[in-house]
């Protein structure tokens, strides 16, 4: 699961206005990796790093060249390339906190990644949710921990009951007394969402399709989402200000949730690791996670995923 999520997002497309214009290293790396022509890659870099040394620009190409190896199996690779990002990262920190450089801080969450990835591949399961559970408790409050929490979720969380959702707050209907005593014996979709997030609006026809097609036969919906501080254009806002603009993206965008639990939290955004948006998490008529999936699927992978548990009592 998690190499073929990550080839689906070594192939996405360069925009538009990515391609009017001079690659950046990091986005020549991805193309490389994305043809599947890793010594071109591997190149790229090794020309980029005589040049400049060792920059944040180049210490995150490693980290793809990380990334690309372990999409086309090549685990031995794979595993050096995101040492070696990790060791680059912490020797160009020194004693700075990994949020001073986004950079630096993509190349580490993503090296420790492929590295937990890497032995799960060779069946060291274990090792790789201690080595992951490590890291989480020395970035705990970075911005990868998100992204190490996936890592841990992606290797523990399918079979297991879903962890709790805080319900502080919510953009659509309350989850609570009845609100939530109606998703009891559903099969529910989590669809984790954000309002600047172009690849969650391209799901949403999708769930709100399957949702007018199975909902008779009890399915559920609850979209989570969060505050990120800022609206369109990145403009900082208050939180009442974003409140409003995530009402009207929602309104927009996601007209079949107005009446659907959407809790605001990014306790639920930590604990579900979603450092990826959408992240669907499927869960059976039990509450047990059956499937838990950072980035988009088509119509048919989710509905092949529902159809079975929507079938049992």
């Given at each position: 699961m998690p190499a073929l999520i990550l080839a689906l997002a070594l192939t996405s497309a360069l925009s538009a206005e990515q391609?009017?214009?001079?690659?950046t290293l990091v986005a020549e790396v991805r193309a490389a990796i994305a043809a599947h022509d890793i010594p071109r890659a591997e190149a790229i870099v090794v020309q980029r790093k005589a040049q400049q040394g060792?920059?944040?620009?180049?210490?995150?190409?490693?980290?793809w060249l990380g990334r690309g190896a372990l999409a086309e199996h090549?685990?031995?690779?794979?595993?050096?390339?995101?040492?070696?990002?990790?060791?680059?990262?912490?020797?160009?920190?020194?004693?700075?906190?990994?949020?001073?450089?986004?950079?630096?801080?993509?190349?580490?969450?993503?090296?420790?990644?492929v590295q937990a990835q890497v032995s799960a591949a060779r069946g060291a399961r274990t090792d790789a949710i201690v080595l992951l559970e490590r890291e989480l408790n020395t970035y705990r409050t970075t911005s990868i921990a998100k992204r190490i929490q996936k890592g841990i979720n992606l290797l523990t969380l399918e079979g297991?009951?879903?962890?709790?959702?805080?319900?502080?707050?919510?953009?659509?209907?309350?989850?609570?007394?009845?609100?939530?005593?109606?998703?009891?014996?559903?099969?529910?979709?989590l669809f984790f969402w954000a309002h600047w997030c172009?690849?969650?609006?391209?799901?949403?026809?999708?769930?709100?399709k399957l949702y007018a097609k199975y909902?008779?036969?009890?399915?559920?919906?609850?979209?989570?989402?969060?505050?990120f501080g800022y609206v369109a254009g990145g403009a900082p806002a208050s939180p009442d200000e974003e409140l409003r603009y995530m009402r009207e993206v929602r309104d927009r965008n996601y007209a079949f949730l107005a009446d659907l639990p959407a809790p605001i939290s990014v306790t639920n955004h930590e604990?579900?690791?979603?450092?990826?948006?959408?992240?669907?998490?499927?869960?059976?008529?039990?509450?047990?996670?059956?499937l838990y999936h950072p980035g988009q699927l088509t119509?048919?992978?989710?509905?092949?995923?529902l159809r079975p548990l929507l079938e049992r009592p």
């Open positions: 391609t009017a214009k001079p690659l060792a920059s944040s620009e180049v210490i995150e190409a490693v980290s090549q685990l031995d690779r794979a595993e050096q390339y995101a040492a070696e990002a990790q060791r680059l990262t912490l020797a160009a920190l020194g004693s700075r906190s990994v949020d001073t450089d986004a950079k630096l801080a993509n190349a580490l969450g993503a090296a420790i990644e297991h009951p879903a962890p709790a959702l805080e319900l502080t707050e919510s953009l659509g209907a309350p989850l609570t007394g009845a609100t939530a005593k109606a998703l009891e014996g559903k099969v529910v979709i172009p690849d969650c609006k391209a799901e949403s026809p999708i769930l709100a909902q008779a036969r009890g399915l559920a919906i609850v979209a989570p989402t969060q505050r604990r579900y690791g979603v450092s990826s948006t959408p992240t669907v998490v499927l869960l059976d008529r039990q509450g047990i996670v059956r119509e048919a992978e989710l509905e092949a995923r």
